[in-house]
């Protein structure tokens, strides 16, 4: 069974401190108890448990896959590094007490700028892993993986003869040119240096001859044509409101057959275009990737209807106006007009159009001559090293005198470093090819956390095992590594589109990107989220790291100082006020007497909370899951106040309804600050631990 969308999130943290500033955070003594002592007891405590051990397949259960990307094995965890992980780490915890089969794992790969190919040594990742375990992350180690491993680079070059085999690999033998900004070739020969990016008016780099590169969409280019580079005519044209928008056709012939104008989500007019603020804000989930897919069933997002309607020049009825991915897939960030009788992917859409309207409409515009247009959509990416002595993985290709270029047989992978060995055709001695595989394209070997390590050596595409974690997945990505374009899933998409994979169908993968940590002049030691852990506690960090903001927003040191000491006090408050209420050697209580005014108000509030946190959970929006989580516990102190100033005194029944709600409080905190709402969970003597208690239901229905 699958499930889920893309979703794609841009996330970027800035921290920007001098030398006389510095995050001083809370001071150790002002926490609860003796955190760094509990949490190491209760992560001792999950592990000899095997809590987050990858759970056999069973009927009926929901498999998710959260992968939180490759780390670096060499420095410390930075804080970008440490909020990639927690919220993956949150996820992965709400989707297990959620009832879903979950695995969650992670690999390492060296770091892009060292020098040589051998990579760093085994104790560096055994140290890194002891970084991220102190963050408390639920990791499944025993799925992990090195990118320097054998099984990790014959996976990366069994993908690359797959791909090459099917022509969605090619050998650019001219010098191309290359924007990092835009993560895509530019049209021509990359002959100057000192130009600009057509797109974005960046810097260009300059791709020497002999460098490979992969196609994203094989079916929709010639080789030549790297940009995707898409001709057509444009024309100015008007929404109902007034609204001023230029549509585009790469079909100028058939613009009276149009039955639709297509928006992308990212467009600059669709505030002014949708006016309903809720849609707009549907729009943007889209936009970040959070958007509906029809359950998969079109190889692009669902139409989502604005509203709003277009009027086309010469057209006596405007045209509705929709949104969709597809969009920016096909033409980047641009309107076009819908053409279902031309167009094989506009009949797809049409078949979720709205209904038209009933009412006629007669409003005439001035027509607008249509005048030649471009658009422009990347669709190919560079995977092998400009630099020959770099790190990575070497191209499975061998030079023969007699033969000459000749692939690697799957069976003989990995291919040895050595720059000689025998022609696998006619045995004769032969020379490897001088590229190596870009670093970044360990992140294919991502997908070896869903295949048993007893089973990596020899695996293949049909794995059972593979098959049933990359069919629904969640993935994020740093894109200050450039792993997040070459990730595993943009490999399968194109192994599914040669007809080798049917694995990740359209609409059932979700991948998120997150972007880089700006530190500036950050002081040493500011940026390292293990010294943070030892002084503030694994989840203190947790939480500031969660609610200090949205993932597309930015945030300051002084910003994140401040967060890390109000979450510090939150905790300690929420301490504070359960210990006493909830460690009364009575069980808690399953459910709230609500035949009282105030308890039943108590009871909508903890159903309230539920279905926020939920539904922040399920769309990875921690900062709302953890400031939902502090209005739950202010109302429940404000509903034991009431209490007490209607009553005089709490009733046995108040008493009851204050521990069912904090326990409610501590099932839902528990993704964020697993250790202390563990802690809570014992007190109140609760059965097993929070960290394996059921995702809990409404109380009132």
């Not at 939480?543 to 949205?550: M, T």
Request: charged share 25%.
């Amino acid at each position: 069974m699958s499930y889920g969308r893309r979703i794609i999130y841009h996330t970027k943290i800035l921290i920007n401190t001098g030398p006389d500033k510095t995050s001083s955070a809370v001071d150790e003594a002002e926490l609860p108890f003796a955190v760094a002592e509990t949490e190491t007891r209760w992560q001792a405590a999950w592990r000899e448990e095997d809590t987050f051990a990858t759970p056999p397949a069973e009927e009926g259960r929901l498999d998710v896959r959260v992968s939180p990307g490759a780390v670096s094995q060499s420095g410390p965890v930075t804080l970008d590094q440490a909020r990639r992980y927690v919220l993956a780490d949150a996820h992965a915890r709400f989707r297990r007490m959620s009832g879903d089969a979950v695995l969650f794992s992670l690999g390492f790969e060296p770091d892009v700028s060292g020098e040589g190919s051998e990579g760093p040594p085994p104790e560096n990742a055994a140290k890194k892993r002891a970084q991220l375990d102190s963050l408390g992350l639920s990791v499944d180690w025993s799925r992990s993986y090195e990118s320097v491993e054998a099984a990790s680079e014959r996976w990366s070059q069994q993908l690359f003869l797959a791909l090459a085999d099917g022509g969605a690999v090619y050998r650019a033998g001219k010098p191309m040119r290359w924007c990092e900004s835009c993560r895509t070739l530019l049209p021509g020969e990359g002959e100057k240096g000192g130009e600009s990016c057509v797109l974005c008016e960046g810097p260009v780099q300059q791709m020497p001859a002999g460098q490979w590169y992969l196609k994203l969409d094989p079916e929709a280019m010639a080789e030549g044509d790297l940009l995707g580079r898409v001709e057509g005519v444009e024309f100015e044209t008007k929404a109902l409101n007034g609204t001023p928008l230029v549509l585009f056709t790469p079909l100028p012939k058939k613009t009276e057959e149009a039955r639709f104008v297509a928006v992308s989500p990212s467009h600059p007019a669709i505030e002014s275009l949708v006016q309903d603020p809720g849609l707009v804000e549907r729009i943007t989930a889209l936009r970040s990737g959070d958007g509906d897919r029809n359950g998969g069933k079109l190889g692009f997002s669902s139409v989502m209807d604005t509203g709003a309607w277009i009027h086309v020049p010469d057209r006596e009825e405007p045209l509705p106006l929709v949104v969709s991915l597809a969009v920016d897939a096909r033409f980047g960030v641009t309107a076009v007009l819908g053409i279902p009788s031309a167009d094989p992917h506009d009949e797809q859409l049409s078949k979720y159009l709205p209904s038209p309207p009933s009412l006629r409409w007669d409003l005439r515009i001035k027509p607008s001559k249509p005048r030649p247009a471009v658009r422009f959509r990347a669709h190919s990416l560079p995977i092998s090293s400009p630099d020959r002595a770099s790190a990575g993985t070497p191209v499975p290709l061998v030079c023969c005198g007699d033969c000459g270029v000749v692939p690697v047989p799957v069976d003989a992978l990995p291919l040895p470093k050595d720059s000689e060995f025998a022609c696998p055709e006619c045995g004769k001695p032969a020379q490897r090819e001088k590229a190596v595989l870009d670093p970044r394209v360990a992140a294919w070997a991502e997908m070896l956390v869903a295949i048993p390590p007893a089973d990596r050596v020899g695996a293949a595409l049909d794995h059972p095992e593979l098959r049933r974690w990359m069919l629904a997945s969640q993935s994020l990505h740093d894109s200050e590594s450039r792993a997040a374009p070459l990730c595993s899933l943009v490999a399968l998409e194109a192994l599914r589109n040669l007809g080798l994979s049917d694995m990740v169908p359209n609409g059932d993968a979700r991948s998120l990107v997150l972007g880089k940590l700006d530190t500036g002049a950050v002081p040493a030691g500011a940026n390292d989220a293990d010294a943070l852990v030892g002084r503030v506690g694994a989840d203190t960090l947790r939480f500031a790291l969660l609610h200090a903001a949205a993932p597309s927003k930015r945030f300051g040191a002084e910003e994140l100082d401040a967060v890390l000491r109000s979450s510090g006090e939150f905790l300690k408050r929420l301490w504070s006020f359960a210990d006493v209420r909830l460690d009364s050697g009575q069980a808690g209580e399953a459910s709230i007497d609500t035949s009282d005014r105030l308890r039943r108000r108590l009871a909508k509030w903890c159903d309230i909370a539920l279905r926020k946190v939920t539904e922040n959970n399920s769309k990875l929006e921690g900062h709302r899951a953890a400031r939902n989580i502090e209005a739950l516990l202010a109302r429940i102190e404000d509903f034991e106040r009431r209490a007490r100033e209607e009553r005089g005194e709490l009733t046995a029944e108040d008493t009851a309804a204050v521990r069912f709600a904090l326990c409610r409080l501590v099932v839902l905190l528990a993704p964020i600050a697993p250790h202390l709402c563990e802690e809570l969970w014992q007190r109140a003597g609760n059965p097993g631990w929070v960290v394996r208690a059921q995702w809990p239901e409404p109380l009132l229905g």
